[in-house]
């Protein structure tokens, strides 16, 4: 890779993380272009040409991301959220929300995909989920490691997406399916101390470009739980299948740990489209 090409690697990964991590911040076009130490009028047109999308478009999906998950995940208020994600107000965040989800924050916070890991067991039939026992091949990614909350791995495959986009067009053409790996449990490992790591599927035939590391998810017999929603909403999906499927279903787990499978691009389909695929290897 060219000191040239490295530099432009350098500059999108700083904006990257300086989105994700000031949601609550100034994230103006100006603003970013002085990060990523280019002028505005060719600033955005390089973070479109490599990633895919607008800088709109990337914060305002970062922004639902967080949103969603602190709705679900926290006893915020949806004022305080909106806040925390940026927004002048509630109304704005609202009209945003709606706009993607198709209920308002509060009612998306009361509807059935509305579980918190905090929370007891629900009372209530929890949800069922179509889930196959199959035959899963090894799978090839170009990948890296994230340590840290679960819900932080968008940051971790943005990075990756757009390093690649940068080294290796073919690769690009290829990666339609990522996949993430979980090695810790939540309720048993402290979240700093989570480890899992995200990449794109890749062929055999396809060269690993050049500073990029590859991980291999072993070729097993899997029960797969198929999901279509917002991504918040797999936290409940895991459950079922561990609370509900496996021990009702007279299976053995083996050692190697949960994936899940991600069918769809979030930047070309809506949260409420999107397909997933969860993996438990289980013993033969």
């Known amino acids: 890779m060219s000191s040239h090409s490295q530099t432009y690697e350098r500059r999108i990964l700083r904006v990257l993380s300086h989105i994700h991590d000031n949601l609550d911040g100034d994230l103006s076009l100006d603003t970013l272009a002085k990060v990523a130490c280019m002028s505005p009028f060719h600033w955005h047109r390089v973070f479109y040409g490599v990633t895919g999308e607008t800088l709109a478009n990337c914060i305002r999906r970062v922004r639902m991301d967080r949103a969603t998950f602190l709705l679900l995940q926290t006893k915020q208020s949806v004022s305080e959220i ?7 107000n509630v109304q704005s965040f609202a009209r945003s929300f709606q706009a993607d989800y198709g209920l ?6 009361k509807s059935e995909i509305a579980y918190r890991a905090s929370d007891p067991p629900k ?3 929890p949800k069922a989920f179509d889930i196959e ?4 091949p090894e799978i090839r990614l170009v990948a890296d490691s994230h340590q840290g909350d ?3 791995l968008g940051r971790t495959i943005s990075q990756l997406h757009a390093r690649l986009a940068l080294r290796e067009v073919e690769v690009q053409l290829e990666c339609a399916i990522s996949a993430a790996v979980l090695h810790d449990d939540p309720f048993l490992v402290a979240e700093p101390e989570l480890r899992s790591d995200i990449g794109f599927i890749l062929s055999e035939k396809t060269a690993l470009p050049d500073d990029f590391s590859e991980y291999r998810i072993a070729a097993s017999r899997c029960a797969v739980l198929h999901f279509t929603g917002p991504y918040v909403g797999l936290f409940e999906a895991y459950q079922y299948l561990y609370g509900q499927w496996v021990p009702n279903n ?3 787990l083996s050692d190697a740990p949960i994936y899940t499978m991600i069918l769809d691009d979030p930047r070309e389909v809506s949260p409420n489209e999107l397909r ?3 993996c438990l290897p289980l013993l033969d």
């Open 82 to 88: 909106a806040t925390q994600c940026g927004y002048g």
């Open 104 to 109: 308002t924050p509060s009612k998306f916070r």
């Open 123 to 125: 009372l209530s039939a």
């Open 133 to 136: 026992i199959r035959q899963q």
């Open 150 to 152: 679960y819900t932080m």
């Open 250 to 252: 007279g299976v053995e």
């Open 276 to 278: 997933s695929d969860i």
